[in-house]
């Protein structure tokens, strides 16, 4: 071997991607190969991409070569180490900051709330193109309608308020129930063992439980009776009136008149059980009177008792008492409150492929403490103490007697473009229509002028430029007040 063609054997800096190599023969050569070895995931690559935490072997190989075609052959073997220690950030939450409280307040005294849709966030993270978002929502309270329970919503039946002598406005003593001929008397009455409860359900019936004490007769305050009772889907005085066939009970002169805002239902079945002296008694309901001339009836004024929103209606009841057969007929009254607080709970996780996550949430109060008089319908006693309404149901309409403006349209209700708002009115007057924030300030005036008579008015309304949120249109003349809510969206 010609020792003049020895190669230098060294072939520095590898594994740093400079190659050098010299040699006293002449020049030298050198060619650099890599091969990467199996790669090791850290994370679940959920997305089928190289993403996230993993790590692999790469192996250099460099060749040295000089004039005399000696090589000398070096390899360096690098490990490679990616780290996904980042989690992802949201990008875009709604226009909401975490824990924040979005308050929903009742739009009507049946308790109808306009709850808005989760917000559909979105979210990007360092290393992962996609991230994946979690979501959970639970309803909180004791009259948080549970999706799948089929109860819409909840409202608390109560015996109906007395009015300031201490006296319904029929003279007697506030109650809840009569039964009539029953345990040796004329008739003995109950008022509420506290609250009842009534279940809105999605089908549109009515379910009424209520815990009720004798408050006359022989077994006052020890004598008790459990009531559930369910009524059909609601009617309309539309619907329900059918001149000579159907009308509404109205036994005092000087409640409102509002039979044509009131829900008109017919009972489908109930029981009624006795506690305490009345142990034993077991009966079963059905509508009176049979030839449902009278509905059960819903409404303001409706309870036959005063001027607040509350119910009343008849019954038949059969069955056994002290191991006999028994047949009575009874009247059944209630004060209702549907604006109940509860409340909604929406979590948002968003996660890489590492489990790196972050959280967002916030919550749906509904019907909270901040809700004000502008934010929904209420029952106050009146100036004189006459217990009228100061304002009332659907509409929110504030009342020197029965409102003569009617909103007929409001959709589409959630919008993010163009809503429509149609009304009437039942006299000449002149109006105005405004749009207002939640906290009452004016966003724009959208009408102001006279209005004529049973004219179906119609009016744009443009949210394309608005924050979403919930807002008010105030339909107000100089007696009366009807206040809508739109929701704008995204």
């Known amino acids: 071997m010609d020792a003049s063609c020895y190669v230098d054997t060294t072939v520095a800096t590898i594994g740093g991607i400079t190659y050098d190599a010299s040699d006293i023969c002449g020049s030298v050569s050198v060619v650099v190969t890599s091969v990467d070895g199996d790669i090791s995931m850290t994370c679940a690559d959920t997305d089928e991409m190289l993403e996230g935490s993993y ?47 979005v308050p929903v307040c009742c739009t009507d005294l049946s308790g109808t709330v306009l709850i808005p849709e989760a917000c559909d966030p979105s979210a990007d993270d360092n290393c992962d193109t996609e991230v994946n978002i ?61 609250t009842g409860t009534v279940a809105q359900m999605e089908d549109g019936t009515w379910v009424l439980t209520q815990d009720l004490l004798a408050s006359t007769g022989g077994s006052i305050g020890s004598g008790g009776l459990s009531l559930s009772v369910t009524y059909g889907e609601a009617q309309s005085w539309e619907d329900w009136f059918v001149q000579g066939q159907t009308n509404y009970k109205r036994d005092c002169g000087d409640l409102i008149d509002d039979h044509e805002n009131w829900d008109y239902r017919i009972m489908s079945g109930g029981t009624l059980t006795g506690t305490g002296d009345y142990s034993g008694l077991s009966l079963s309901l059905s509508h009176a009177p049979a030839n449902e001339y009278y509905a059960f009836q819903v409404g303001v004024g409706a309870n036959n008792q005063n001027n607040n929103y509350g119910y009343s209606g008849w019954v038949m009841a059969s069955g056994t008492y002290n191991e ?45 403490e901040s809700c004000t008089e502008d934010d929904g319908p209420f029952v106050s006693g009146g100036q004189d103490g006459s217990h009228g309404p100061s304002v009332m149901g659907g509409a929110g309409d504030v009342l020197t007697g029965k409102s003569p403006i009617r909103v007929t349209n409001l959709m589409p209700n959630p919008t993010n473009d163009l809503s429509m708002l149609g009304f009437t009115v039942t006299q000449n007057m002149r109006l105005r229509v405004d749009m207002f924030t939640m906290d009452g300030v004016l966003v724009s005036q959208l009408f102001d002028g006279v209005a004529s008579p049973n004219v179906n008015n119609t009016l744009n309304i443009e949210a394309s430029d608005l924050q979403s949120g919930m807002y008010q249109i105030r339909l107000s003349s100089s007696e009366y007040l009807v206040v809508k809510k739109l929701l704008v969206t995204d």
């Not at 460099?62 to 073997?77: H, I, L």
């Not at 639970?138 to 409202?155: K, L």
């Open 134 to 194: 979690a979501f959970t929502e639970v309803y909180v309270g004791d009259y948080a309608p549970q999706p799948g329970s089929g109860v819409v919503s909840y409202c608390e039946s109560s015996t109906p308020e007395a009015f300031e002598d201490g006296e319904a406005c029929n003279g007697l003593d506030s109650h809840s129930f009569s039964l009539f001929n029953f345990d040796g008397e004329l008739r003995v009455d109950f008022v509420s063992d506290g």
């Open 324 to 368: 006999e057969n028994v047949f009575f007929s009874g009247d059944l009254f209630g004060d209702l409150d549907c604006c109940l607080p509860w409340s909604i709970t929406r979590d948002y996780v968003a996660s890489d492929d590492c489990d790196n996550s972050t959280a967002f949430g916030y919550t749906i109060d509904v019907n909270a």
């Open 55 to 101: 790590s692999f072997e790469r192996t250099f190989t460099a060749t040295a070569t000089d004039d005399c075609s000696r090589t000398t052959v070096e390899t360096y073997v690098q490990t490679i180490t990616v780290s996904d220690t980042i989690s992802p950030q949201f990008t875009n939450t709604c226009g909401l900051t975490n824990d924040d409280d």
